[in-house]
């Protein structure tokens, strides 16, 4: 099977050798400095601060979400969040069974953020701002700038989900001033699920220690005073631990994160290039693309039955999408280990469709 999901993606070739080794005891030096070069390398490739601080917690994506909410944010705030899709409504539910009063920015699937969707909002007293700075399930990169200076200019305290775009696109975690980034460790991280990180400014540090966790496991308190030795409070998934050091290092020694970016870059530009060559009947949906993913919308056929076919007739994973974009939208991922000889592949099988009348 090829891979072309937005995560679990393709790990390299060593990364997947760590995944075949025994998984060795962590409460040793060796395990606490693979944790802090882990630490130093997740800072250098998001652009943060000396004094920022990483955790890396044992939960998918959605457990650095929910653990950014509890330790950092509380009744007394008033949030703003952007809800374009399905990630941006799990910032919602996740508010709304936390109590933390918020307004919610809906947009239409497919839609970028302009400025008009923040003037009314400005200087009404909102503390904090939640976005997902790329809404994988609509594929729509927004335009974090525009968010960074609002928050800026309201003294908003800015929580940015980077889960799939991290790696992917630019991402200036200093000069966004945001308070807290979250990523994961199957998305373009390329490793198995399991590790959600999290990078922490200053400002975030002083929310986590004003603040009481109504969860133990997932109290960056106790995280945060661990991993000063490179240690976590639990057991941690310590095999994706050091896969993600392997990965960080082999991106670092390919030219780092903008050499990360551009290779994905190139591979979405082959993959959209292609789909005008042959002329194939699907139509892009989204107003501001990222170049972690493609969303498309076929103009013939059910996405979904696409999905299925391409995955049970030419054994290749394209992403289906969910409720009520099931039939409407699929994703074609560019993150992970790819190459253009796996988009051709994946061209000939549209190809072979479109010749048989099925799209
Ligand atoms: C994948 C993803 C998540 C969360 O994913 P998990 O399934 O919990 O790992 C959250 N936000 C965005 C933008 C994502 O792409």
Known sequence: MINFTVGPVQ????????????????????????????????????HATDDSKVVFMTCSGSGGMETSIMNCLNKNDKALVVNGGSFGERFVELLTRHGVPFTEIKLEHGKALKPEHLTPYEGQGYTTFLLQKHETSTGVHYD????????????????????????????????????????????????????????????????????????????????????????????????????????????????????????????????????????????????????????????????????????????MWICPNGGEMKDTIFRVGHIGCLTEADYDRLIDAFVDLKNKKFI
């Open 11 to 46: 790990s390299s070739d060593a990364v997947r050798a760590i995944g075949a080794e025994q998984v060795p005891y962590f409460r040793t030096s060796e395990f606490s400095e693979l944790m802090l070069e882990n630490e130093r390398l997740v800072k250098k490739f998001a």
């Open 144 to 315: 974090i700038n525009l968010v960074s200076d609002f928050c800026k200019r309201n003294g908003c305290f800015l929580i940015v989900d980077t889960i799939s775009t991290f790696l992917c696109d630019h991402f200036d975690m200093a000069g966004t001033n945001a308070g807290i980034m979250i990523t994961g460790s199957q998305k373009a991280l390329a490793c198995a699920p399991g590790i959600a990180v999290m990078i922490l400014s200053p400002d975030a540090l002083k929310r986590v220690q004003e603040n009481r966790c109504c969860c133990q496991y997932l109290d960056l308190k106790l995280a945060l005073k661990n991993m000063e030795r490179g240690q976590t409070p639990w057991t941690p998934a310590v095999g994706i631990l050091r896969q993600i050091n392997v990965r960080l290092k082999e991106i670092d020694a390919m030219g780092g994160a903008e050499a990360e970016i551009a290779r994905c870059a190139g591979l979405a530009k082959y993959f959209r290039d292609k789909l005008v060559e042959y002329n194939l009947p699907f139509e892009i949906v989204s107003e501001s693309l990222s170049n972690a993913v493609t969303p498309l919308h076929p103009t013939t056929q059910s996405a979904y039955q696409i999905f299925l076919k391409i995955k049970d007739e030419y054994g």
